[in-house]
């Protein structure tokens, strides 16, 4: 029997409303889910720890949508124009969304009341759709007809989201242009609901055109967005902002400084390099490793996408492959076609000897049956968990299989200064590994007093070095002095990382958050 209804219909829904309706659902629930992992991306790149922002945008958000469904009771007439109104109420604060963060970011304090406020509001609204719009189909349909028909095109609409939003949405329209996009689909649903049900509704021409007004709003939002992208970003640098890509993987930035001219790579906001002092950096990562006496034909470079672990390595004469592993072939293309990149470089990514893999370190360790003389990790820090696995006891035991005899195996480690537990927990895990290990830090202004380590597996590895090729910072001396640790950053004993306790990625959040 259907349910009674204070509903003001002249009349039962048609067939075309009925449809019209049905797709509403559809679509709405693609926005819905949208909604909340732009809000998820924009946290987890201006704030890091992706875990735990899609974690609260997620429990906040269906919190909200919760309340959003219990307030719909007290919707009793009109249920179309509450509908309507909820449509167009979304697509102004969702639609806009991704902006209002990247505006706010530089009042830091603000943000996240700002970001809490954009999920409740968001997700009280929409959990008002689904009750609304299910009392209405009621009308024509018996309620266990319309709650069926409701949740299955719910559950549908938020896979077509979910799904949608990494594959299409991210990847070719980028954070601000998705979410006006999605904006205008939310707007695009009201002002169909208009239109259909215009003889249900008290005044739908003021409602079409208000609807008509916000959608053109969103459409020049939508066509200057590569404009209003530079100046939300160019807020968060200090350097003007000459490039940016949103990679499938990662938000890639290159800026100059309109002083210096110095350019400085960002991925999802960490600095990768800074021309000024990268070299510091990278010829204390290469050439403790490079200058140890053997066979170096073949060498394994786990990230490094920009080219200057490349660069060291190539000083070497006898080295004849470079095997470099970078998920992201949009970071590994721009180091290699960019001119000021290039020059930084020393086109070492054109050179001949240099295959480049575009693969998860991981899974290129895991498949490949080739042996390596010199295996060097320049990966980013722990600051996620698909990271922190590069960086597991179980990596390590993979990558000592693929060790030739008497390889060796470098990799940087964060800082012992800013991250201490995470510099140490680093050398234990290559310790449970089987590996022995050399520590040392040196001084990189950009990042302040880095770590790294050295590690030999079923052997100690050496503790004094002879570098034979040409430096600009790294001397025999300093590279032995740097294997000497002050009271305040010395060895600590702590966890070991594993991909099944990623201990590591707790430890670099608590550092984070000093």
Request: a neutral charge; one cysteine or more; aromatic letters at 12%.
């Amino acid at each position: 029997m259907a349910e009674t209804h204070s509903e003001p219909l002249d009349q039962d829904l048609s067939a075309p409303q009925l449809v019209i309706l049905l797709l509403s659902i559809l679509l709405v629930a693609l926005c819905g889910i949208a909604y909340e992992l732009i809000i998820g991306t924009v946290s987890s790149y201006l704030l890091g720890n992706s875990v735990y922002q899609f974690s609260i945008t997620i429990g906040l958000f269906m919190f909200a949508m919760g309340v959003g469904a219990y307030v719909s009771k007290l919707f009793i007439k009109g249920l179309l124009a509450a509908f309507v109104g909820i449509e167009i109420a979304i697509s102004l604060v969702g639609g806009v969304c991704s902006l209002v963060l990247f505006l706010v970011f530089p009042y830091y304090y603000f943000y996240k009341p700002v970001m809490y406020t954009l999920i409740i509001v968001i997700g009280a609204l929409v959990g008002l759709e689904i009750p609304i719009l299910t009392r209405i189909i009621s009308r024509t349909q018996s309620l266990r007809l319309s709650i069926a028909h409701v949740l299955s095109l719910d559950y549908l609409g938020a896979l077509i989201g979910s799904v949608a939003f990494p594959l299409l949405f991210l990847p070719h329209l980028g954070l601000f242009r998705s979410s006006f996009v999605i904006g205008l689909i939310n707007i695009f649903v009201a002002f169909v609901n208009v239109y259909a049900f215009r003889n249900n509704l008290k005044r739908p021409l003021l409602v079409g055109l208000l609807s008509a007004a916000i959608a053109a709003g969103l459409v020049g939002f939508t066509v200057a967005a590569s404009y209003i992208t530079g100046y939300a970003e160019s807020r968060l640098f200090v350097d003007d902002v000459v490039y940016r890509h949103h990679s499938p993987y990662q938000r890639i930035i290159l800026t100059q400084s309109s002083r210096t001219g110095e350019l400085r790579l960002y991925l999802d906001g960490h600095l990768q390099f800074g021309e000024k002092d990268e070299y510091r950096y990278h010829e204390a990562l290469v050439h403790p490793v490079m200058s140890v006496p053997g066979p170096r034909e073949r060498v394994l470079i786990l990230g490094g996408g920009d080219g200057m672990v490349a660069r060291e390595v190539l000083k070497y004469g006898n080295v004849q492959q470079i095997d470099l592993v970078d998920l992201d072939a949009a970071v590994t293309d721009l180091c290699s076609t960019f001119p000021a990149i290039r020059r930084i470089n020393g086109d070492s990514l054109r050179d001949p000897r240099v295959i480049i893999h575009n693969l998860d370190a991981f899974v290129f360790v895991r498949e490949t049956r080739d042996k390596f003389h010199r295996v060097i990790i320049d990966l980013p820090d722990p600051h996620n968990e698909s990271l922190s696995k590069l960086y597991a006891v179980e990596f390590y035991r993979i990558l000592a299989r693929r060790l030739a005899e008497g390889g060796l195996v470098v990799t940087q480690s964060s800082s012992p200064f800013f991250a201490r537990e995470v510099y140490w927990c680093i050398t234990r895990t290559l310790e449970a590994a089987g590996f022995s290990t050399y520590s040392y830090h040196v001084a990189v202004p950009a990042f302040g007093v880095w770590g790294f380590n050295l590690a030999a597996f079923g052997k100690p590895p050496p503790r004094s070095f002879t570098i034979s090729v040409p430096t600009r910072y790294l001397t025999d001396e300093a590279i032995s002095a740097a294997g000497v640790f002050g009271r305040d950053i010395c060895r600590l004993d702590g966890p070991i990382n594993s991909v099944f306790e990623p201990k590591l990625y707790q430890l670099y959040l608590k550092a984070v958050e000093r």
